[in-house]
């Protein structure tokens, strides 16, 4: 997993032949993606997204670097972040005595996906009618400071990460050219 993950989410940001800059976008809008409540559909956002950008507003961002990063949510990452964000929309929204437990959140969520008796089309209705009846709306307002925050760093991290990378990988290029250079000196003498 671990190596996955990191062929999918750091080996596009060193091999990227592109500015830093648009490699961080990719990073930025692949978070700000990630954190909201859209996991099952976010590869399909974001393609939508990057069309969106790059035909019509003329703002180029690094698809691979977006699609890989919007895979830091997961079916794994999915109950802890959305519990993460519905508590937060309830705090925004002040529903202070209105804020659940994590048990009565997750048990919600796994009723409704781990139901063999419903097809997939029936799941995925009995998840919107749930989503925007109980805590649907909690939820997606409590994404958006996360999406935001996530977005911020992830361009930030990205960007730093690509620059430090390029400069180390220029300082090994200069000393091995400085390497072949001594060598071919000594044999020429």
Avoid: C
């Amino acid at each position: 997993m671990q190596r996955g993950a990191r062929y999918r989410l750091v080996v596009p940001l060193k091999r990227s032949k592109h500015p830093p800059e648009f490699t961080a976008r990719g990073v930025a809008v692949g978070m700000l993606l990630a954190m909201t409540p859209t996991i099952g559909i976010q590869m399909f956002m974001i393609a939508g997204t990057w069309l969106l950008l790059t035909r019509v507003f003329k703002w180029d961002f690094s698809l691979l670097a977006g699609l890989g990063w919007t895979w830091t949510s997961n079916v794994f990452t999915m109950i802890p972040l959305y519990y993460l964000f519905y508590i937060t929309g309830q705090v925004m929204l002040g529903h202070w005595d209105d804020i659940s437990g994590f048990d009565q959140f997750s048990q919600l969520v796994s009723n409704i996906s781990n139901n063999p008796d419903l097809t997939f089309w029936q799941k995925t209705g009995t998840w919107i009618v749930n989503l925007f009846r109980g805590w649907g709306i909690p939820m997606f307002i409590g994404s958006i400071p996360w999406a935001i925050l996530s977005s911020w760093a992830g361009y930030r991290i990205a960007y730093n990460y690509v620059v430090r990378h390029r400069e180390k990988r220029a300082m090994r290029m200069r000393e091995k050219n400085r390497t072949r250079a001594r060598k071919e000196s000594r044999s020429v003498v």
